[in-house]
């Protein structure tokens, strides 16, 4: 039996719409009014942010809030670190996807041997550097760290040096790059990306499954083809953007895209995985309750958590 830990990351510096931030206490809403003590039954840890630089001007166009970010960086990687060292699952719930680039580094830092898997559930690749980014977001840029990706074959913008030194920073996080191999990464229900993204999934062959390929096979042969596709990684990280949801039900995130998941096929999905003995860290991320009616996809976000949260803790 797993002992978990939540830990809360209300950090939205990496995202260009407001509000993400107000998405963990929009989760803790979601199970208040489900009459749930989920908030109340496992230790949790709150991150400090560096919110208060969305009001202060930004200095670097390619890499939006970069300090601020390698500032959550260390934050978050010693928070997730810690847990794992004291043998808690850390489950993350955080405001924008910039986060799991801190995430992976952590798990990283904890189990510098491991040879990491990622499953990213997403509509977005988030492989975009500041070379390439279309917005300067560092929402869109976690993987890139991770896998230690400039992508310069596909520059379109010239970096300044303190920008390079703080984008450095952040691929080589921990002294260690990369964390994750490219082609130890699987995508689902990717859908909506760049040009420049592509041509680093073509490059390294990373692994794809969309949304009509789950629905086609189900839930059961996709989970059984991805554990056997990561089979020679010692652990495993999930990382679930809400926006990976279809946008017919995922209004309350930053940017909603069509052909995405059901919520019960999300649920499904990400209970399965847990089941799996190799995962390691599970985070849900991009919920955003300024976008939404009724806090909608902050009780959707809230039943995946309490489901897998729930699975683990039976295996």
Known sequence: MKNIKLIEVPSEIGAGTRGASLGVE???????????????????????????????PIESPYAKRIKGVLSMYEKITKAVSDSMKDNFFPVIISGDHSNAGATIAGIKMAKPKSKLGVIWIDAHAD?????????????????????????????????????????????????IAPKVLPEDVVFISLRDYEKEEKGLIEKYGMKIITTNELRRKGVEIVYRSIIRYLSDCTD?????????????????????????????EAEDLISKFMQSRKICCFEITEVNPTL????????IAFNILQRSVNVLMMN
Request: charged share 25%; glycine share 6%.
């Open 26 to 56: 929009a989760i803790k809403i979601a199970a208040l009014d489900y009459m749930s003590n989920f908030f109340v039954h496992f230790p949790s840890e709150k991150i400090p942010t560096e919110n208060k630089l969305l009001f202060e």
């Open 127 to 175: 492989l975009h550097t500041p070379y390439t980014t279309p917005s300067g977001n560092l929402h869109g840029m976690p993987l890139a760290t991770a896998i230690n990706e400039d992508n310069k074959e596909f520059a379109i913008h010239e970096l300044d040096a303190e920008t390079k030194k703080n984008w450095d920073g952040l691929k080589n996080f921990g002294k």
């Open 236 to 264: 495993i990280y999930v990382s679930f953007d809400v926006d990976s949801l279809d946008s017919s039900i995922s209004k309350g995130t930053g940017t909603p895209v069509s052909n995405g998941l059901r919520e019960r």
């Open 292 to 299: 939404d009616k009724e806090n909608l996809m902050a009780e």
